[in-house]
């Protein structure tokens, strides 16, 4: 049986159990019939605030059903600008 989804709003999980997030948009390919990349947000505020977002290929689906979307762990990466801004100590006073 062909179970049709949508991802959108979906939580997405590594294969790990890490949480990335929520999806909010997908790229189709340039005929519209097939999911290229997930646009996933993150939960981390500094993200959010620029309503940046991952972009995980479709070849890192693992699985995906109703409840969540999984993908391999190993290579999602944060962009450097959002790694310098979670990894800089505030100064204090």
């Not at 600008?81 to 990894?87: F, G, Q, R, V, Y």
Request: some cysteine; aromatic content about 8%.
């Amino acid at each position: 049986m062909n179970q049709n989804y949508s991802p959108l709003n979906l939580p997405v999980f590594t294969t790990t159990e890490h949480y990335l997030g929520r999806v909010v948009d997908v790229e189709l390919n340039n005929t519209g019939e097939t999911v290229v990349n997930y646009c996933v947000l993150p939960p981390f505020s500094v993200m959010r605030l620029w309503r940046k977002c991952l972009l995980i290929s479709a070849q890192q689906v693992v699985s995906f059903n109703k409840e969540r979307l999984v993908v391999r762990g190993s290579e999602i990466k944060l962009p450097n600008t959002i790694k310098t801004e979670l990894t800089t100590e505030l100064p204090v006073g």
